[in-house]
Every structure is written in structure tokens, then in C-alpha cells.
């Protein structure tokens, strides 16, 4: 076999309810639907998707605990009118989960928000809150040496929001809270939960902005969070990439 002849390797399986809850907010997109905007029904849902009702009500159901999708019984189903920051109000239902580019953006969006808060927490952070971060990474180590990820999970959301408490800036820990959300669905819709081969290097880069924000050295703790930032975005290109392009 020539090199023009290799064939890519094949995309990896997903779940149905998994593709069909990025169809649905694909469509949302493509409607222009805006928050409290009456959506198809599920049959109408199942139809256009060729799929199941039983496989539509499950991703409905991923939706809803994302806060995308409001579910009335008897009324049918309708766009979130979640008013967080960045909740569908605010982008018009434009965040796609497994869309490379849309990712890149809340990458981009999570640097410049993330650098400033560990820069500002090297100087403003008290020693309680000192010791939350450090209990936060902890959290996210034991998580990661013990294969539990929902701990892992949690205590990588711990730590980046105590790191933005430390800052005391109250929009700088509203933005990292509703940027972490988006990121879950990212996670839950795009990859379910495959992504995770830098969660080592994790460990050892929030240890790193930990002790520059302990020492006060706020241009190394926007080093470190910057650096951090940086090697999770890769660890999720290529897991995007192998996941809808097949290489």
C-alpha cells in the first residue's frame, strides 16, 4: 500500500443519543432559535435525525441538565432561557460542543480570563484561600491516581474556581464559572469523557500555579495558568480531531 493509499483510521463509536444531542443544538443554531423559542416535538425531532424517540428523549434529557433544552410535559420542549453569561441568551445558542473552532474560542476566552485571576490571586489571595486551592489539587491528584474521574472532574472545577474566588473579582468568577460550564458540554456531548491523557501533566501544572500564587509571584502565575491552559486545549484538539476527522 502506497502512502496516498492509507486508509485513516476509523472514527471511534459514539452513543446515538450523543450525536443526535449535537444535532439538536446544531439546529437550534441553524432555526436561529432564540431562548423560550418553541423547538420541534420529538417525533418532528426523531423524523429529521432518523432516529428513535426513545434516542431524542435521551439526549433531550443531556440537554436539559446542561441547561439548553427546557422540557415541558404536555407543553413540548423549548430553548433554554438560561441568562448566564454565556448561556444561550447572550450567544444565541452558537456554542457547538464538538465544533473544533467553538472550542478553540472558549480556549482562547479561558487564557485571558484564567491568567488574569491567578495573576491577581498572587497578590490578593488569603491564606484560606490558600489553603483551597491547594485542597482543590489534591482533590483533582487523588482523583487521577485512584482512576476515580468524577474526582478528578471535581476537583479540576474546584480549583480553577477557588484560583478565580482568590482573585476578588466577582466577574472574573462569574466568567470562569460559566466557561467551566460550557467546557462540561464539551465534554459530555463531544468527547464523553475520553479526553484525559494530559490529566498527569494537570496534576504537576496546577501544582505549579498553586506555588506562584503561595510565593506572590503574579508573572509566574500567569506562566503557569497560561501553560496549562495551552497543553489542555492540545490534549482536546487531538482528541476532537480524532474523534470527527479521523486522524
Known sequence: MTRDEEVAPPVPYRPGYEVVAEQIL???????????????????LA?????????????????????????H????LY??????????SRWGGFFLPADLDHVYMLFEFRRIQETAASRLAATNATPAELRAIE??????????????????DRGDD??????ATASHNQLLVAAVGEARRLQRQTNIIGMSGTVGGHASDAIDEHAAIYRAIRDGDPDAAARAAAIH???????????????IFGH
Open 26 to 44: 446544531q439546529l437550534i443554531a441553524e432555526l436561529r432559535l432564540r431562548p423560550g423559542d418553541r423547538m420541534p416535538t420529538e417525533n418532528e
Open 47 to 71: 423524523a429529521r435525525m432518523g432516529t428513535s424517540r426513545t434516542v431524542v428523549r435521551e439526549a433531550v434529557k443531556i440537554l436539559s441538565a446542561l441547561g439548553r433544552v427546557r422540557a
Open 73 to 76: 410535559k404536555g407543553r413540548g
Open 79 to 88: 430553548v433554554s432561557d438560561d441568562e448566564g453569561m454565556l448561556g444561550a
Open 135 to 152: 485542597a482543590a489539587a489534591e482533590t483533582c491528584r487523588h482523583g487521577h491516581l485512584s482512576g476515580q474521574s468524577v474526582l478528578f
Open 158 to 163: 474546584d480549583f480553577h474556581l477557588c484560583v
Open 229 to 243: 491552559l495551552d497543553n489542555t486545549l492540545e490534549d482536546y484538539r487531538r482528541e476532537i480531531q480524532r474523534r
